[in-house]
């Protein structure tokens, strides 16, 4: 989000080198490379030169952008975090602003039906012409939901939804486990925890609708627990958050942290101390974040031969 700020980017040795990382691509004679992504169904995903541009610190990170690193994150998650990440689903940066719009339309109309079952389209789940007939699938296959969430005009941040799979379920009843939505925010401040609560409520209304139109299966507020994180990283400046949703995402499915964060966040009795949570979140610098996801695209890149 832009706002005002003194120069967060002292200069480092990090910021050097970042700097030095990135030249080669923005400079590449190339604009697109190609990435084979090990994600199921997730069709082969353009890198485009713009991104190693929106890495540059300073620069802000367009939609396109945020979904290119977060599926070349999960695609890589395939190897290294094999059983988190075949839990989890993410969507691109469009699906946010379909449920918005969604939520529009009159309840009960065909309109409405239409527009729920067009919003699933944004996971990239086994998109075909008949979409109603994989709904099932979707929201029986996955654990957890990732929904990169723009609010304030021009801000990112992150819901995860876990345990949609077991709500869900034809046999589900309210002495089950609730599906907690979980919110990742880098910005501080009044405006961007009411904007994201408000986002958390909106996508709670849309799973309720989605579930009761499309699968028949009514669920009330109940089954869905919003959950603000207040302990993330915070970004710098405004320039940042979308890099942060990157690190959250990561910090969340780190191998047997959703197994420490769940819990916790679940009960009242703080299960984790603070230096536990500062270990979890690591706050790291937004070079450091930036750095991470060019580290990141460029290793993926380069292990399927392509060159700058």
């Not at 299960?271 to 790291?284: A, G, K, N, T």
């Amino acid at each position: 989000m832009a706002l005002t700020s003194n120069n967060p980017y002292p200069p480092s040795p990090l910021m050097e080198r970042l700097h030095d990382v990135l030249l080669p691509w923005q400079t590449s004679k190339k604009s697109v490379w190609k990435y084979n992504s090990r994600v199921p169904n997730l069709p082969i995903i353009q890198v485009d030169r713009q991104l190693f541009h929106e890495l540059t610190p300073g620069s802000w990170t367009s939609g396109e952008t945020v979904t290119t690193f977060l599926d070349i994150w999960h695609s890589r998650e395939y190897i290294y975090n094999t059983l988190n990440a075949e839990s989890l689903r993410i969507s691109n940066t469009y699906l946010y602003p379909t449920i918005q719009s969604t939520l529009k339309i009159e309840a009960g109309t065909e309109a409405r039906r239409r527009a729920l079952v067009n919003s699933l389209v944004h996971f990239r789940y086994k998109a075909s012409k008949d979409l109603e007939r994989t709904l099932g699938d979707l929201f029986s296959a996955y654990y957890y939901l990732a929904i990169p969430l723009h609010v304030l005009g021009g801000h990112w941040a992150l819901a995860i939804v876990v345990n949609v799979n077991g709500v869900a379920e034809a046999g589900w009843n309210p002495s089950h486990d609730c599906a907690l939505i979980f919110l990742l925010d880098s910005l501080s401040g009044d405006g961007a925890a009411n904007a994201v609560m408000r986002a958390g409520r909106n996508i709670r209304q849309w799973l309720r609708d989605v579930l009761r139109v499309l699968l028949g299966r009514e669920r009330d507020n109940g089954a869905f627990r919003i959950i603000h994180v207040p302990e993330t990283a915070q970004q710098p400046n405004g320039s940042d958050c979308g890099l942060y949703v990157h690190h959250h995402l990561r910090s969340f499915m780190a191998a047997s942290n959703p197994e420490r964060i769940i819990p916790h966040y679940q009960s009242n009795e703080g299960l984790l101390s603070e230096e536990d949570l500062v270990e979890l979140w690591r706050y790291p610098t937004a070079v450091d974040c930036r750095f991470n996801v060019t580290q990141l695209v460029i290793s993926e890149l380069r292990n399927q031969g392509n060159i700058s």
